[in-house]
C-alpha cells in the first residue's frame, strides 16, 4: 500500500440488500452486495463476502483501512422501533418480541460485530441513514453542486428528505418523518397486489400502464394528504406496518373493493387500476418535491438516492416536466448504495477532505464488482468438462450479432459485476429488440416471471435520440423515455377494443420487445468509454441490421441474485432455454450440453400459474 494513501470501507446491512464499498482517496474502488456471493436474494446478513472481496480488490487488509462507515445510526433506529411499539402497545406484541432478539443480540452491538466480522480495530463512524443516501448520490455526481432529494421506505426517524450538496459538504433541511412514508405506502400496494414487499415494487411499476388511474380519488381521500410542496401526511388507521405484521389493515380491503391479490393468482382489472393509480401519486408527490427544492436552492441540478429513486417512471417525468436541467440518479439507489454514500461521507464530511474533481460519473458505469480472466473461466469449464468454443474479440462480436438477428437468446458474462439492482452489459441476458416473440419467451421461458413484465432497452449512447425521446445520458437503466413518434406502430381498430393484459402482444414499434404498452422504455445509454465491448457489440449489430438497439435483462431467474461467477452463469444457462452462453472470449452452444443431472425439479418453485 502506498504511503499516505486514506481506504476506507463503507457497509450497509440488517435490513435488506446488505453490500460493502471500498473507497481509496475518495475514489471508489470496488462495490458489491452480499446477495451476489451468497445467492440469497436481498440478503441482509452482514456482508461478510462482500467485504472481503472489496478489501481483496483493492488489495488491502483490515488493518490498512483508515475508517469503517456504517450506513446509518442503530440506536436512532431503535429508538424509533421502542417508541412504535410503546404507542401502538399492546397491538404490536407478537412483531415487537419478533423482532427484539435479533436486535439485543445483534444490532445495538453493531461496533462489536464489525470487529469480529473483519478484525478491523480502528474508527467507526454512523452517518445517519439519509444522509448516506444523500452521500451515495451528490459525491459521485458529475455537479459541483445540486439539490438532493432521498425518498425511500424509512431510515432512523426520516422517510423523505430535501437538502443541498457544495462542494464536499451535504445538508438535508427538511424531512417527512416515519411512519409517513411515500415508499411504504408504495410497499403496501406492492403486498396489496400479491407481490413481494422490497422486491416486487418493480412488478407494480409494470404493471401500472395496463390499468387505469380510477383509484387516484380514493386513495387521496382515505390514505394521503399531498401538500404543495410535495409532503405528506398519511392516515395510519389504513396500514399495519406500525404494529402488525402486515403492510395493510381492514380499512385497505375496504377501500380497494376486497382483500388482497393471493400471489401467483390470476392478475385482475383491480391490480392493474390499483398499480396505476398508486404509480401516479407517487409521480405527483416526485414532481412536487422537486419543484419545492428547486424553488429552495435555485440550483440547475437535482441528486436523487432512496429506494423511491429507482421508480424510472417518475424519475423520467421529473427529468421532463421538473425544472431541473440535469439529474443524476445513484445507480444502487436503495440500502445498497448506502455503503458508498456512508464511505464517501466518511472521506469528505467525517475527514473533511475535498473532491477531486466534479468532472465526470464517479461511478464508472457502475462496474465495481468481481471480473473473471479468460485464464479462470477456461479453468472452470475443464473443471466441469464443458465444452466451449474459444475466440477473438472480431469474431465474438460477428458471432454474437449473428445469433441476436437470428432471434437466439445469449447469455452475456464480460469483465466486472455491476453494482445496484440492473445489469447492464456484464451480467445480462440480451436478444433481438425487434422481435415481437422476444419478451413472451424471454419472460417465460428463461427468466420464470410474469408475462406483462417490460425489458430494457441497451442503445448506442449516439444514437439514442434517433429512438427515443431522451436528449440525455441514462447509463443506469434509471430513466424512462418515449419511443420516437416515427418509429411506433399504430393501434389498429381491433387492437383499440383490447383491455388489460390482452394488449402485451401488440406491436407497438420497430422494436417491440423493448416497447411497453404507452410506448415507453427504461433506457440504459451504452458509452464506448465505460463499456467498450458491450458498446462495440450493439454497434456491429447496428452495422448489420440497421437497429442500434438490443434486449438487456439481467442473468437471473426469479427469486435469485443476478449471478456473479462463471459457475452462477452456466447453471443459469443450463437451467433455462437459453441459446447461447457467453463467458469472457468462450461460446457455449446449448445443443452442445449435457442436462444437469439431479436438477429435474429446480424449474418447479418458478412455475406461474
Partial sequence: MTSGTVHILGISAFYHDSAACLVRDGEIVAAAQEERFTR???????????????????????????????????????????????????????????????????????????????????????????????ASAFFPSPFSEAAILTIDGVGEWATNTTGIGRGNRVELFEEVAFPHSLGLMYSA????????????????????????????????????????????????????????????????????????????????????????????????????????????TGLPDLCLAGGVALNCV????????????????????????????????????????????????????????????????????????????????????????????????????QGRMEFGPRALGNRSIIGDARSPRMQSRMNLKIKFRESFRPFAPSVLAEKCPEWFDLDCESPYMLLVAGVKEGRRVAVNDEQKKLKGIELLNCARSEIPAVTHLDYSARVQTVHPE????????????????????????SFNVRGEPIVCTPEDAYLCFMRTEMDHLVLGSFILDKKNMKPLEGDEDWKKKFELD
Fill in 189 to 296: 400496494f406492492t403486498y396489496f397486489t400479491g407481490f413481494k414487499v422490497n422486491s416486487g415494487e418493480y412488478k407494480v411499476m409494470g404493471l401500472a400502464p395496463y390499468g387505469e388511474p380510477r383509484y387516484v380519488d380514493a386513495i387521496k381521500s382515505n390514505l394521503i394528504d399531498i401538500r404543495d410542496d410535495g409532503s405528506y401526511r398519511m392516515n395510519m388507521e389504513f396500514f399495519d406496518y406500525l404494529s402488525g405484521l402486515k403492510m395493510t389493515g381492514n380499512g385497505f380491503d375496504r377501500a380497494f373493493g376486497g382483500p388482497p391479490r393471493k400471489s401467483e393468482s390470476p392478475l385482475t382489472r383491480r391490480e392493474m387500476d390499483l398499480a396505476r393509480s398508486v404509480q401516479e401519486i407517487t409521480e405527483e408527490v416526485m414532481l412536487k418535491q422537486a419543484s419545492h427544492v428547486h424553488k429552495l
Fill in 40 to 134: 440469497v436474494k436481498h440478503d441482509a446478513g452482514f456482508p461478510k463476502n462482500a467485504v472481503d472481496y472489496v478489501l481483496r480488490e483493492a488489495g488491502v487488509r483490515a488493518s490498512d483501512l483508515a475508517l469503517v462507515a456504517f450506513y446509518d445510526k442503530p440506536f436512532l433506529k431503535f429508538d424509533r422501533l421502542l417508541e412504535t411499539y410503546l404507542t401502538t402497545a399492546p397491538r404490536g406484541i407478537m412483531s415487537f418480541w419478533q423482532a427484539m432478539p435479533v436486535w439485543l443480540k445483534q444490532k445495538l452491538w453493531l461496533p462489536v460485530t464489525i470487529r469480529k466480522e473483519t478484525g478491523y480495530d480502528g474508527a467507526i463512524v454512523f452517518p445517519e441513514h439519509h444522509l448516506s443516501h444523500a
Fill in 314 to 413: 417518475g424519475n423520467g417525468r421529473v427529468l421532463r416536466e421538473g425544472p431541473f436541467g440535469r439529474i443524476w440518479i445513484q445507480p444502487a439507489a436503495g440500502d445498497a448504495g448506502g455503503s458508498v454514500g456512508a464511505a464517501l461521507a466518511g472521506w469528505h464530511i467525517y475527514l473533511d477532505r475535498p473532491r477531486a474533481s466534479c468532472e465526470g460519473d464517479r461511478m464508472g458505469g457502475a462496474y465495481l464488482g468481481p471480473a473473471f480472466s479468460d485464464a479462470e473461466i477456461q479453468t472452470f469449464l475443464k473443471r466441469r468438462g464443458v465444452s466451449a468454443r474459444k475466440t477473438g474479440r472480431a469474431e465474438l462480436l460477428d458471432l454474437v450479432t449473428d445469433l441476436i438477428a437470428q432471434e437466439k437468446v445469449v447469455g452475456w458474462f
Fill in 530 to 553: 465505460t463499456n467498450p465491448l458491450y458498446h462495440d457489440l450493439i454497434k456491429r449489430f447496428a452495422e448489420k441490421t440497421g437497429c442500434p438497439v438490443i434486449v438487456n435483462t
